[in-house]
């Protein structure tokens, strides 16, 4: 069944899947995802054996189109490919890490109670990948009501990856969008009180990232493509306050 939701952006597509769904758990698949066939019974035992789980994420595999550039497990996560063990675990509030949008679960009565109509980032909108970042202001709101946040591996995907999704153009523009949404991301953490510090802490270790990354592969940016995706992530991260102090003001 279909819904047409006239608001552009992912985060608002989700919310309308949540208002339209009748059961107690809403399970978010892409169409570049493969679910194994016992992914829907996987995830809907999951949710029956843990009751306090607000929401929970799948082991995503990678099917790729093309081999993938040296060192691309160090960004992996950030194309959702999630290999986090077999075994089950908690996501704790201090770690700051949650599961990705692809292969979520969500308890339907968790989102309605906790996440805002009106999100803070709207996520992917057609080819626009700057408010990225609507999984984790999601699942922060959820967790921090009290739910639980969890990995289940009993839920497996192939994640289909394309060539293009690979290529140089594509990558630095996906990790320039996850960098200017590190500011709203980090801040919901925080009592207001909090975040004038938070903001000069994380300002700080975001330079000291960005240098020590420029001395260790200043040479290599050219040719190293993983790194060069590192660098990007690490200067929007350092720019992202400003991004959004900017964005709010107009």
């Not at 978010?28 to 949710?47: C, E, I, K, Q, R």
């Not at 189109?65 to 704790?92: D, M, T």
């Not at 991260?237 to 400003?242: R, T, W």
Request: overall charge positive; glycine content about 6%.
């Amino acid at each position: 069944r279909y819904y047409f939701e006239p608001k552009q952006g992912i985060a608002f597509a989700r919310r309308r899947a949540i208002q339209e769904s009748k059961g107690e758990y809403v399970g978010f698949l892409d169409d570049d995802n493969l679910p194994t066939s016992d992914w829907v019974s996987a995830a809907y035992n999951f949710g029956h054996s843990h009751p306090k789980a607000g929401a929970y994420g799948s082991q995503i595999y990678g099917d790729y189109e093309v081999k993938p550039p040296k060192n691309f497990q160090r960004i992996a996560c950030f194309l959702a490919i999630i290999e986090r063990g077999q075994e089950p675990f908690c996501y704790q509030p201090s770690q700051g890490v949650f599961p990705v949008g692809a292969g979520l679960v969500i308890r339907k009565q968790a989102w309605l109670n906790n996440v805002p109509e009106q999100p803070w980032l709207k996520g992917v909108c057609a080819t626009s990948l700057s408010a990225k970042g609507e999984d984790i202001e999601t699942l922060s709101y959820i967790q921090k009501a009290g739910w639980k946040i969890w990995h289940n591996p009993q839920m497996c995907i192939e994640h289909q990856i394309p060539k293009w999704r690979l290529e140089k153009d594509y990558l630095l523009k996906l990790f320039r969008g996850v960098g200017l949404s590190r500011y709203p991301t980090r801040m919901l953490r925080f009592q207001h009180w909090q975040k004038p510090f938070m903001i000069l802490v994380y300002l700080i270790n975001d330079l000291r990232k960005t240098m020590l990354h420029l001395i260790r592969y200043r040479q290599h940016l050219k040719t190293d493509l993983v790194a060069a995706c590192e660098l990007e992530l690490f200067v929007n991260s350092l720019f992202s306050p400003f991004y959004h102090w900017i964005f709010w003001n107009q």
